[in-house]
């Protein structure tokens, strides 16, 4: 839910049947009315809230995996661009759209995870080598 602007705000609370809501817009996390938010989430699945989200104008949208956010995007293009395969969290592939450039004598590179943080880090950029600690 984007609805930062009152008039957006106010659809979905009246949407949900909860105008009560209305004076909670852009409540804190942990406070009553972001726990009251969240309750009126959980009252619905995903399925549920999309149908609403096509019935309000209200800034209300799934949030997609990275597969279903590529199926879309391919759906709406209307054909499956070219793809290399990411490595997801858990190892698993995750086809990912290729670079717009590409080069007839240099293939893309496939099947590699992104580095951790500090997995390229010497010790001319670390910062306990440039400032000890006396």
Known sequence: L???????WSTWCNG?????????QGAAPGTDGADQVEAVF????RAEWTTFADEHDCCLEPILSPAESFARAAADAGE?????????????PIPVPAPGLRFSRSPLATGGAAPR???HQSAATDPDSIWPTR
């Open 16 to 24: 949900v049947g909860r105008p009560d809501l209305i004076e909670h």
């Open 80 to 92: 499956l661009p070219p793809t290399i395969d990411a490595v997801g969290p858990t190892g698993e």
């Open 2 to 8: 984007g609805a930062l602007e009152y008039k957006f």
């Open 42 to 45: 959980l009252e619905r699945t």
């Open 117 to 119: 943080t500090g997995a």
